[in-house]
């Protein structure tokens, strides 16, 4: 039996202690990763960018605190990006669990909007967010393709009121707004198939400009969507959220995460190839002990 | 009558929405907006359907005493306290009897749950007394506590402070490190399965390299590596993938009009 | 940091530890967190249903009626058919009357059904197929700036976009025995799906890793709070619930190390 086959044989727990290992000495070395921003990110941004101060942006927060390790710094990226220029944001959340992750990352953004800071050169002064004007977070309803389609007759159609409880109607921010007409983006960030009835049933249908914000196990099933157009960019697990990050000259814990990301495929990538030389060793082995 | 008005509602539904889509009305559109109301009221009830199972689940693992009966009281007194958070919360700074509220609700709800759980005529009556004048001792402090108030029809409830405490110190990194453990599968698998067996096995594991590769900027040609990557998900990816989404629409559009014109009827079950 | 919200911060790592336990093996401390975040997330969708779904989309809308009166004297009476509806769901539990369920259901998969006809066939189906229909850039086959291969939107990628596609559709057609032109080009659409899948594996890894990227992120803040002076509500409290917790946890591994070592020389 040689090394490799020995490898082979080792019981799995030790490698789970080998991953971990790596992952916290990354994490407590404190270095940078140089992060390339793709071009399928920078769409996202640049469209933001170029929004006018009180344009609105619908953030569909539509994952679960299981995906919240790629998709939650996605959504602090993004609406602390728009909170900062000025646009106002609307949170929709058709995951069972989303509206906590949608009402926690707003209280968190919220606090750190009331800081003076500096993003890419600019200085942007610390303001109070103020809710119904500012954003207006419409919460959870069942049936997301229905309440996609709803939306698209009017907000006030499956939600009657906000999260919070205040009717529609009496909210400062939603009286200019009745559905999607209005609405300058729609960014879904999801950990789940409402994606697909975003494209489907609100872009397909409404035709409003769509970003996305995906899991890494989601991304590359939605390149189809971004060629043909129904899908303006996408942001593709962490690495999409650290590529926003770096654009919007606000790191976060996608950026921080970077380094860990690095050992952690390097580990695995060796994994894979001693895997496969241990295949080839032994292949070769048992095929000469046959011909023997 | 079982089984034909369902089908005749899915007949006659589904062909509205399909007219509806072509021939957008004023008329039409009216039922249109009627029905996607409708349908989420309809699926509040569907919903809760869920959570009524599990407590049955629950309470039946206590009652007939299974293996890891125990734990099934931490899922009823965590339904439970989430519950009561969820339609609580105080009315001026302090909390008063709150948490002294929480105790007597969640000791009534064990020793509901003991009651039914127990065999002899004695434990029963031992279990049952103990849950009536715990039940009594919560609602007389309910009742005369003015720290908090109880919140049914006003969304007080969602900013209780234990409620956000609960979903963000307990939900979340549970669910989170659940899924975490994925990593250390994934671990594993890679040096256990990931092999280039054959020329289909190793194009995957090549395009696997290449897309991992592509995280190293300290990489000997790194951009050219993130630009292959790039290429990767942009032509080959992208025609794979495309494939699939005509293949799932086609499939999707098919067994819509399976359903609509009754061919296909498993959603009704048996009976 | 007030001293509440430290705790409950400590709670959130110590449940985290419970289930990364399990990469070890089943234990008590992972199956207790695993049946408290089932309540929990059924407590809180209860919540979460009733405040945001029953109370604004009908209890409101029935408000204007009397509840003695069955709500029957409200001006939105026709919400009381898809409540009665909903309430015929929660006849599945009835071994008799079951088949009352199958309304609401009708109703759903119906309009479900045929909101997906006209939908995904124009957005799935026919928005892929245009955008497979694009001009050959022939004049920039090889690249756009000279030759460059990897450059996505030359000629040749379109072209290896089109045939790609055509091939892996060809592939998923059974109806016709995978043989002669028509098996290769099926054989060239398994290589373009298998190229696929390997695109979407490498992001697999990124994803799994990602989510014990953040446990590790959330337990290193913990361990920075309680040792963090500069917090206005730092007490001596903070590094004692954090020693607290690393005793615990250093004592369970070693109480599982002398188990397992013991186990060892009882079979050896």
Same mark, same amino acid.
């Given at each position: ?10 019981? %799995? ?74 646009? %106002? ?17 707003? %209280? ?169 030389? =241990? ?10 002990? =046959?011909?023997? | ?14 062909? @509205? ?16 907006? @009627? ?44 339904? @439970? ?180 014109? =009754? ?9 | ?140 086959? @090889? ?126």
């Amino acid at each position: 039996m040689n090394i490799f086959e020995k490898f082979m044989k080792l019981d %799995r727990r030790w490698v789970y202690l080998l991953l971990i290992t790596v992952c916290v000495l990354t994490y407590v070395a404190d270095f940078d990763v140089p992060i390339l921003v793709e071009k399928e990110v920078k769409v996202i941004y640049d469209r933001i960018e170029s929004l006018e101060e009180g344009s609105v942006v619908l953030i569909a927060i539509d994952y679960d605190p299981n995906s919240l390790a790629e998709l939650h710094p996605m959504t602090y990226a993004i609406v602390e990006h728009c909170w900062r220029k000025k646009i %106002r944001t609307i949170f929709t959340s058709l995951s069972q669990n989303g509206p906590g992750m949608c009402d926690q990352a707003i %209280r968190d953004i919220t606090d750190s909007l009331s800081l003076d800071r500096e993003y890419n050169g600019v200085t942007y002064k610390g303001r109070e967010i103020v809710n119904g004007v500012d954003y207006c977070f419409l919460g959870f309803k069942p049936y997301y393709a229905i309440v996609i389609l709803g939306m698209g007759q009017a907000f006030k159609l499956p939600f009657p009121a906000d999260y919070y409880g205040t009717p529609l109607d009496s909210i400062p921010m939603m009286q200019d707004i009745i559905n999607y007409d209005q609405v300058d983006l729609v960014v879904d960030i999801s950990g789940g198939n409402i994606t697909d009835a975003w494209i489907s049933y609100g872009q397909g249908r409404f035709g409003f400009p769509l970003a996305l914000g995906l899991t890494g196990v989601m991304t590359a099933q939605y390149y189809p969507f971004l060629g043909s157009g129904q899908v303006i960019g996408i942001m593709g697990g962490l690495l999409g959220a650290a590529q926003y990050e770096q654009l919007a000259d606000n790191p976060g814990r996608a950026k921080d995460g970077m380094r860990v990301q690095l050992a952690a495929h390097l580990v695995i990538i060796l994994f894979i190839v001693m895997g496969n030389v =241990g295949y080839f060793a032994s292949r070769k082995r048992l095929k000469k002990e =046959g011909r023997a | 009558m079982r089984r034909q008005i369902p089908f005749a509602l899915v007949f006659i539904f589904g062909f @509205f929405m399909i007219f509806q889509f072509f021939v957008p009305h004023e008329t039409s559109e009216f039922f249109y907006e @009627f029905l996607l109301d409708w349908i989420i009221v309809i699926g509040i009830f569907a919903l809760a359907l869920g959570i009524w199972s599990l407590f049955k689940v629950s309470v039946e693992k206590i009652k007939l005493g299974k293996e890891g009966a125990q734990y099934s009281y931490v899922t009823l007194v965590g339904l @439970f306290l989430m519950m009561a958070f969820g339609f609580t919360q105080k009315t001026g700074e302090g909390w008063g009897l709150y948490f002294l509220w929480i105790v007597l609700c969640g000791a009534c709800i064990v020793a509901l749950m003991r009651l039914r759980a127990s065999a002899s005529a004695g434990s029963k009556r031992m279990w049952g007394m103990m849950a009536l004048g715990l039940l009594i001792g919560a609602v007389l402090v309910a009742i005369f506590d003015d720290a908090w108030a109880f919140y049914f029809y006003t969304q007080e409830g969602l900013s209780n402070s234990m409620f956000r405490d609960f979903f963000d110190y307990i939900m979340m990194p549970i669910l989170a490190t659940m899924f975490a453990l994925l990593a250390f599968y994934i671990a594993s698998a890679a040096y256990r399965a990931f092999r280039a067996r054959n020329l289909l096995a190793s194009l995957l594991l090549l395009a696997a390299l290449l897309v991992m590769s592509r995280f190293n900027p300290f990489l000997p040609g790194a951009e050219y590596v993130a630009k292959a990557s790039n290429w990767l998900m942009n032509v080959p990816n992208m025609a794979a993938q495309r494939a699939i989404v005509i293949g799932i629409g086609l499939g999707i559009v098919g067994t819509a009009l399976k359903v609509i014109l =009754g061919i296909e009827r498993g959603y009704m079950g048996k009976g | 940091m007030e001293f509440t919200q430290f705790l409950w911060m400590t709670f959130g790592v110590f449940v985290t530890l419970c289930i990364m336990s399990f990469l070890y093996k089943d234990n008590p401390f992972y199956k207790f967190a695993e049946h408290l975040v089932v309540g929990v997330s059924a407590g809180y969708f209860v919540v979460i249903l009733w405040h945001t779904g029953l109370v604004p989309k009908l209890f409101q809308r029935l408000a204007d009626g009397d509840w003695y009166y069955g709500f029957l004297n409200s001006s939105n009476l026709e919400y009381l058919i898809p409540a009665i509806l909903g309430c015929l769901m929660w006849t599945r539990f009835s071994k008799d009357y079951s088949w009352l369920s199958r309304w609401p259901m009708a109703l759903y998969i119906g309009i479900s059904a045929g909101l997906a006809v006209p939908l995904e066939m124009s957005n799935r189906v026919n928005k892929q197929l245009q955008a497979m229909m694009v001009k050959i850039d022939w004049a920039n086959f @090889f690249g756009h700036d000279g030759f460059d291969l990897l450059d996505i939107t030359n000629g040749l990628s379109q072209l290896l976009i089109l045939v790609g596609a055509l091939a892996a559709i060809i592939y998923f057609f059974f109806s016709k025995e995978h043989k002669g032109a028509f098996g290769h080009v099926a054989t060239l659409g398994i290589w373009v799906l298998m190229i696929g899948f390997g695109a979407s594996f490498g992001f697999t890894v990124m994803a799994r890793i990602s989510l014990f990227i953040n446990r590790l992120q959330d337990t290193f803040a913990w361990g920075h709070q309680s040792f963090d002076t500069s917090n206005e509500h730092y007490s001596i409290f903070f590094p004692i619930v954090f020693w607290g917790l690393v005793l615990f946890v250093t004592g369970y591994i070693a109480y599982e190390i002398v188990t397992h070592l013991r186990k060892k020389a009882t079979t050896s």
